[in-house]
């Protein structure tokens, strides 16, 4: 017998792991944030109180916690998407758990447990793009474009050469360390390429920074799709907003050139570089973080 779950009148509490939870070797802290899918937890290591962070597998349309911090399918219908899911979060951190680089969140642990699955990564300081922008805290000069994409392109570089793509790069998964060093974070919809098309691929979205082949399940994916969404990111850091969704720039690109926009305000080739990674066409946009690169650098 399924057992009943009601989301209006379940804790709240229950919703994520609380202060002071031991799981595996680590002991939870608090929560730092949480999304559709997963909650990510500030921990520490019980042997020697390294500080680290852990992504909890919680799809809180599909499962929810028991009173002893297990996670449970809602009813049996939800049980098969939750299993399917908690598989492709396992091979997740296991892909991850092989790219290393400096500007690539690293994943130095996962496990089982409370019936579903964790990711450890090391636990890094710094803010997130997207709140320097909202909360202008660092004027955004050509210096400090210029450092933090070709740093993260180095990252990027690393996860193509594994024939993967992030799918997801925007500025809210990108905290600036000291020094205006990047790193990238959130891989939960990271894909291997090539890959045939499919008509049942899930689509991960964010709009603006999407291009038109990820709104098509039956889309080309390749580097020039994360090529697209560093382009979009650097956008967003001259305009200070999200730039128009992809789909709606089709047909009447209502979107002024950034070296139209911006003209002897940046570096005409920073500009130019801009523009061409956020081209509609993905023939016409750089196909490799090599060509991107070149541009930035000329």
């Known amino acids: 017998m399924a057992e009943y779950y009601d989301p209006e009148t379940y804790p709240q509490q229950w919703n994520y792991l609380q202060s002071g939870t031991i799981i595996d070797q680590y002991m939870i802290e608090r929560e730092l944030a949480h999304g559709g899918f997963s909650s990510v937890y500030l921990a520490r290591q019980l042997e020697d109180q390294i500080q680290v962070a852990i992504?909890?597998?919680?799809?809180?349309k599909l499962a929810h916690r028991t009173w002893n911090n297990v996670v449970t399918p809602n009813d049996e219908e939800a049980r098969q998407m939750f299993m399917r899911g908690r598989a492709l979060f396992f091979e997740e951190a296991k892909v991850l758990a092989t790219l290393k680089h400096h500007n690539i969140v690293e994943v130095i642990n996962f496990f089982q447990a409370n019936e579903t699955v964790?990711?450890?990564?090391?636990?890094?300081?710094?803010?997130?793009?997207?709140?320097?922008?909202?909360?202008?805290?660092?004027?955004i000069t050509d210096d400090f474009l210029l450092t933090v994409f070709r740093l993260l392109l180095k990252g990027v570089e690393v996860i193509h050469s594994h024939h993967l793509v992030h799918l997801d790069i925007k500025p809210a998964n990108i905290l600036i360390r000291a020094d205006s060093d990047p790193l990238l974070l959130d891989f939960g919809a990271i894909r291997k390429f090539p890959s045939p098309p499919s008509s049942n691929r899930a689509k991960v979205l964010t709009n603006g920074f999407s291009p038109v082949e990820q709104y098509d399940n039956r889309g080309n994916i390749g580097p020039w799709t994360d090529i697209y969404a560093v382009g979009a990111s650097m956008r967003a850091c001259l305009d200070l907003k999200v730039?128009?969704?992809?789909?709606?720039?089709?047909?009447?690109?209502?979107?002024?050139p950034a070296v139209k926009a911006y003209k002897r305000k940046f570096p005409e080739s920073l500009l130019q570089a801009i523009d061409w990674a956020m081209q509609i066409n993905p023939a016409d946009r750089p196909q490799t973080v090599a060509e991107l690169e070149q541009a930035l650098n000329a």
């Open 55 to 60: 992504k909890e597998y919680l799809p809180r």
């Open 118 to 139: 964790y990711m450890v990564m090391t636990y890094d300081y710094g803010i997130t793009l997207d709140r320097i922008l909202q909360k202008k805290i660092l004027p």
């Open 243 to 256: 730039p128009p969704a992809s789909t709606d720039r089709l047909g009447h690109d209502g979107l002024l």
